[in-house]
């Protein structure tokens, strides 16, 4: 009965002075489910904060979610907190043509153009290759990958900011605060007077952030948890993540997001102790992922990618602090540079750090 009947998107007041309203964007197929993407007004301006994938379900919802605030495209600019396709997929697509702006962090819109102008995913693609997967499950990949095939039409123009930059909607005026980790220039919006953080994808509350090894970035692990500390030092009364919910302290889930990575490294330890001289591919099956009781091996292979991706920029991280040795041949291999036991303890030393 309900076939074909157009769903309205879902619309919801989240915040007053200002008036923030979020619409939730729907991510098919995507464990994710959704994208809050968030609309902040005052005075007849409008910001838009991150727009969805560049498909047609996405701009359906988003559109019809901006028809239904009532924005004045005249006096309406865009924000993209980062790169990802679920975040800037739609900019070009809803913004073409309008007086507005679009405000982008400089890192990641240029990662954006080296990404857009240029086949840039068979780099990519040789990486996971050398680090396991193989030519077939690469091919299959190319279609199925939800990080690929849902990114803007093209490489938009976009006016760069950088931390501590402005961003004025109406009365109110919103800091740009550069947090790199997720990506290569994630950036958080903050509301000092009311201690309002829009926290993008840095701090989410009921999953952890995927961070992942980027190519020219030495230690994307690194950055992130050095902007967690940045982060946390700020006053915040209220947190908007881009996914899901807020349902806890903001102080208590950045620890829990530390710790988590302190323990996940310490599970890439003990895979290389037991498995010495192997790939990523191999040393991410021996950790503990969320896979609703699935083994490794019956993980939908686009996640497989996605966890791949992690266990590389953990071990980036072991690498640069002289606990893991890289050996780059035909497939990549990696090993400890003393006992497990050993590193560990120079893990936790180091640890110290995000106390």
Same mark, same amino acid.
């Given at each position: 009965?309900?076939?074909?009947?157009k769903?309205?998107?879902? *619309?919801?007041?989240?915040?007053?002075?200002?008036?923030?309203?979020?619409?939730?964007?729907?991510? %098919?197929?995507?464990?994710?489910?959704?994208?809050?993407?968030?609309v902040v007004?005052d005075?007849? @301006?409008?910001?838009?904060?991150?727009?969805?994938?560049?498909?047609p379900?996405?701009?359906?919802?988003l559109?019809?979610?901006?028809g239904?605030?009532?924005?004045?495209?005249?006096? #309406?600019?865009?924000?993209?907190t980062?790169?990802?396709s679920?975040?800037?997929?739609?900019a070009?697509?809803?913004?073409?043509?309008?007086?507005g702006?679009?405000?982008?962090?400089?890192?990641d819109h240029d990662?954006?153009?080296?990404?857009?102008?240029?086949?840039?995913?068979?780099?990519?693609? +040789?990486?996971y290759?050398?680090?396991?997967?193989?030519?077939?499950?690469?091919?299959?990949?190319?279609?199925?990958?939800?990080?690929r095939?849902?990114?803007?039409?093209?490489?938009? /123009?976009?006016? =760069?900011?950088?931390?501590?930059?402005?961003l004025?909607?109406?009365?109110?005026?919103?800091q740009?605060?550069?947090?790199?980790?997720?990506? %290569?220039?994630?950036?958080?919006?903050?509301?000092?007077?009311?201690?309002?953080?829009?926290s993008?994808d840095?701090i989410?509350f009921?999953? =952890?952030?995927?961070? =992942?090894?980027?190519?020219?970035?030495?230690?994307?692990?690194? /950055?992130?948890?050095?902007?967690?500390?940045?982060?946390?030092?700020? /006053?915040?009364?209220t947190?908007?993540?881009a996914?899901r919910?807020?349902?806890?302290?903001?102080?208590v889930?950045?620890e829990e997001?530390?710790?988590?990575?302190?323990?996940?490294l310490?599970?890439?330890i003990?895979?290389?102790?037991?498995?010495?001289? #192997?790939?990523?591919?191999?040393?991410g099956?021996?950790?503990?992922?969320?896979?609703?009781?699935?083994?490794?091996?019956?993980?939908?292979?686009?996640?497989?990618?996605?966890?791949v991706?992690?266990?590389?920029?953990?071990?980036?991280?072991? *690498?640069k602090r002289g606990l893991?040795?890289k050996? @780059?041949?035909?497939?990549?291999?990696?090993?400890?540079?003393?006992?497990?036991?050993?590193?560990? +303890?120079?893990?936790?030393k180091?640890?110290?750090?995000?106390a």
């Amino acid at each position: 009965m309900n076939e074909g009947r157009k769903v309205k998107p879902m *619309i919801t007041k989240v915040y007053e002075k200002p008036n923030i309203f979020k619409i939730d964007v729907p991510l %098919p197929n995507n464990p994710l489910k959704n994208l809050n993407c968030y609309v902040v007004q005052d005075s007849g @301006e409008s910001l838009i904060v991150d727009t969805g994938f560049n498909r047609p379900e996405c701009k359906e919802a988003l559109l019809e979610g901006l028809g239904d605030l009532n924005v004045d495209w005249t006096k #309406t600019n865009m924000f993209l907190t980062h790169l990802h396709s679920d975040h800037s997929g739609l900019a070009p697509a809803v913004m073409h043509g309008k007086q507005g702006k679009i405000y982008m962090s400089k890192n990641d819109h240029d990662y954006l153009g080296w990404i857009l102008n240029g086949n840039r995913w068979d780099t990519f693609d +040789e990486i996971y290759r050398k680090e396991g997967f193989t030519r077939e499950q690469l091919a299959w990949l190319k279609e199925e990958n939800p990080a690929r095939g849902f990114e803007p039409d093209y490489y938009f /123009d976009a006016i =760069t900011v950088g931390d501590g930059d402005i961003l004025k909607v109406g009365s109110f005026a919103f800091q740009c605060i550069f947090v790199p980790g997720h990506t %290569p220039g994630q950036t958080c919006l903050y509301l000092p007077e009311e201690k309002l953080m829009l926290s993008a994808d840095h701090i989410l509350f009921d999953i =952890t952030p995927n961070i =992942t090894s980027w190519v020219n970035i030495e230690d994307s692990l690194g /950055d992130y948890l050095e902007s967690l500390v940045k982060i946390r030092a700020f /006053d915040m009364k209220t947190v908007l993540p881009a996914h899901r919910k807020n349902e806890m302290d903001v102080y208590v889930r950045i620890e829990e997001i530390i710790h988590h990575h302190l323990i996940r490294l310490e599970e890439t330890i003990d895979a290389l102790e037991q498995f010495p001289n #192997t790939h990523a591919t191999q040393i991410g099956s021996c950790l503990k992922w969320s896979m609703r009781g699935k083994t490794w091996d019956e993980f939908p292979l686009s996640q497989r990618w996605f966890a791949v991706g992690e266990t590389m920029s953990h071990l980036d991280y072991l *690498i640069k602090r002289g606990l893991v040795e890289k050996t @780059e041949d035909e497939f990549y291999s990696y090993s400890l540079t003393d006992s497990a036991v050993a590193c560990k +303890e120079k893990l936790n030393k180091l640890w110290q750090i995000y106390a």
